[in-house]
């Protein structure tokens, strides 16, 4: 699928489709909608007087053949208000337009930006939701609904003066999208097909293409390591762990900067262990490797985007299965920092090899750490699918890591992390436990395992398990996996 920027006026566009937004105040029939109403004769004013055409948030109204128009098709879509309307608004929209139009088989159209609206986050906007909407999961279906594909889409509205910010804004947004399907065609993968070894051949072949470094721990290492925490997950599957790191070094990087850890928690499949979890549903468990495919989509971008800061992505990767030689509840595993762990529910397995990831992250010379996993059940509870939790070490890091995610039109909340929950760890056998002693709040007391070994280096970790996957479908991207929490990480890194 090709985008690209057109600086011809609307009217002489030729598409099988033209598509611009209007907004739900009073008169929705202004700027540049009123320009494509004066060369319609006056049919936009028609249908709002009529009451069918009103800018309510992702309203779809459909013309063919406008008079006047080159275009075969004119598609109107719904912005809702425009006090609230911002470029993640811009971003939907414009993917939800995407998959209406390929519902309907048109292969070509074109995107009208409004007045004032040629700007380079418009592009990058436009762009990130025309390619995340585009994704689908289909790739083990026989039968792909053939032709309902998608060639071209022109951006129309950027006069002369503003085609180079849109061409940049374009680029930027490519870059970030096309990576997030990279993630997102990852975390697709079932168990079967994508397995520790394979998802660290996958992440050597992106590191490869993408000119990043890259280094591959085999269990073998991982051992000599004493990465026992890490090991004691994988000890119950036939398949062995990996440990992927993937390094990138800005050309002119000057000594003594921050140098940034992306951790990712990566579990092929999470079965919960001899700590077994229901039938129902356990189909979902091959996504709790989303934290990990995050950070590598992550760095993917960054090599392409180039910002001045040294990152390292650390994914530890294993499948958590019972058998007779898993873990079980009750044994005290000694993790690659030194610290006892009482291992009270193996299905808690994400936090443990977190942790080795981590001290092997803090081993190489990170400065920050961003950890993000699929972690927590309670999560669930506590935001549903909407918002990301955020826990961190560190304020003014974590105010950061918010402001980024406001800018990347992500939604994430920060949940306390107070003396009085790490408490909930204290081991009674061991240094520390891996679940709280059932009083509720464990998000946080995981959080809390992970933060005993990030120690005084400052940390946020992303608990991901409520918005990593979305069971439906919506309007503007496919159902299943969704690349969440990419698009602030790299604003993170690239604003640092
Ligand atoms: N992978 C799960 C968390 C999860 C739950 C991810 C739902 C996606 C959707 C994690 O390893 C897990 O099983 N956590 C346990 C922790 C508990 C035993 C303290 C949980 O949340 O039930
Ligand atoms: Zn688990
Ligand atoms: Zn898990």
């Known amino acids: 699928m090709q985008i690209t920027l057109d600086t011809k006026t609307f009217g002489a566009v030729e598409t099988d489709a033209?598509?611009?937004?209007?907004?739900?105040?009073?008169?929705?029939?202004?700027?540049?909608?009123?320009?494509?109403?004066?060369?319609?004769?006056?049919?936009?004013?028609?249908?709002?007087?009529?009451?069918?055409?009103?800018?309510?948030?992702?309203?779809?109204?459909?013309?063919?053949?406008?008079?006047?128009?080159?275009?075969?098709?004119?598609?109107?879509?719904?912005?809702?208000?425009?006090?609230?309307?911002?470029?993640a608004t811009l971003r939907k929209l414009a993917g939800a337009a995407l998959r209406y139009l390929k519902a309907r088989s048109v292969k070509n159209f074109a995107f009208i930006v409004r007045e004032n609206g040629a700007t380079a986050d418009a592009a990058q906007a436009l762009a990130?939701?025309?390619?995340?909407?585009?994704?689908?999961?289909?790739?083990?279906?026989?039968?792909?609904?053939?032709?309902?594909?998608?060639?071209?889409?022109?951006?129309?509205?950027?006069?002369?003066?503003?085609?180079?910010?849109?061409?940049?804004?374009?680029?930027?947004?490519?870059?970030?999208?096309?990576?997030?399907?990279?993630?997102?065609?990852?975390?697709?993968?079932?168990?079967?097909?994508?397995?520790?070894?394979?998802?660290?051949?996958?992440?050597?072949?992106?590191?490869?293409?993408?000119?990043?470094?890259?280094?591959?721990?085999?269990?073998?290492?991982?051992?000599?390591l004493k990465m026992g925490a890490l090991l004691s997950v994988a000890q119950g599957s036939v398949e062995p762990p990996r440990m992927i790191v993937v390094t990138y070094t800005p050309a002119n990087l000057k000594p003594g900067?921050?140098?940034?850890?992306?951790?990712?928690?990566?579990?092929?499949?999470?079965?919960?262990?001899?700590?077994?979890?229901?039938?129902?549903?356990?189909?979902?468990?091959?996504?709790?490797?989303?934290?990990?495919?995050?950070?590598?989509?992550?760095?993917?971008?960054?090599?392409?985007?180039?910002?001045?800061?040294?990152?390292?992505?650390?994914?530890?990767?294993?499948?958590?299965?019972?058998?007779?030689?898993?873990?079980?509840?009750?044994?005290?595993?000694?993790?690659m920092s030194g610290k006892t762990i009482e291992v009270l529910n193996t299905d808690a397995e994400g936090r443990l090899i977190l942790?080795?990831?981590?001290?092997?992250?803090?081993?190489?010379?990170?400065?920050?750490?961003?950890?993000?996993a699929t972690l927590t059940g309670a999560i669930v509870v506590a935001l549903a699918n909407v918002n990301v939790g955020v826990f961190g070490s560190n304020q003014e890091f974590t105010d950061k890591l918010l402001a980024s995610a406001k800018a990347a039109g992500e939604k994430m909340w920060q949940l306390p992390m107070d003396d009085e929950y790490r408490e909930f760890i204290k081991g009674s056998f061991a240094d520390i436990q891996n679940i709280g002693s059932g009083k509720g709040g464990g998000s946080i007391t995981g959080a809390w395992f992970i933060r005993e070994f990030a120690g005084d280096t400052p940390w946020i970790h992303l608990d991901i398990a409520g918005t990593a996957w979305n069971d439906d479908a919506k309007p503007w991207l496919a159902k299943g996996p969704t690349g969440v929490a990419l698009r602030t990480l790299v604003h993170l890194v690239q604003t640092y």
């Open 18 to 87: 033209l598509v611009t937004h209007l907004f739900e105040d009073g008169e929705p029939i202004t700027g540049r909608v009123a320009e494509i109403d004066a060369a319609t004769g006056g049919l936009l004013k028609k249908l709002a007087s009529s009451g069918e055409l009103t800018g309510k948030t992702l309203e779809f109204t459909l013309i063919h053949a406008p008079a006047g128009m080159k275009a075969a098709r004119l598609l109107l879509v719904g912005a809702g208000k425009k006090d609230s309307f911002s470029g």
């Open 355 to 372: 942790s080795d990831a981590i001290t092997y992250a803090k081993q190489l010379g990170v400065t920050h750490i961003v950890d993000a």
């Open 128 to 224: 990130e939701g025309f390619i995340t909407a585009n994704f689908e999961t289909d790739k083990y279906k026989t039968d792909k609904k053939n032709g309902k594909e998608v060639e071209s889409i022109a951006l129309v509205g950027f006069g002369d003066s503003e085609k180079s910010a849109g061409e940049k804004g374009l680029l930027i947004g490519k870059i970030i999208a096309e990576s997030q399907n990279f993630t997102r065609d990852l975390v697709n993968e079932p168990s079967n097909k994508l397995t520790p070894r394979i998802l660290a051949e996958k992440a050597g072949a992106m590191a490869k293409e993408a000119g990043l470094a890259v280094d591959i721990l085999d269990e073998k290492k991982i051992a000599e």
């Open 257 to 335: 900067g921050p140098v940034i850890g992306l951790v990712g928690k990566a579990v092929t499949f999470d079965t919960g262990g001899i700590s077994i979890k229901p039938a129902d549903g356990m189909e979902k468990m091959k996504y709790d490797m989303a934290g990990g495919a995050t950070m590598l989509g992550t760095i993917r971008a960054l090599a392409a985007l180039k910002p001045n800061v040294k990152v390292i992505c650390v994914v530890p990767s294993t499948e958590n299965m019972p058998g007779g030689k898993a873990q079980k509840p009750g044994d005290i595993q000694t993790a």
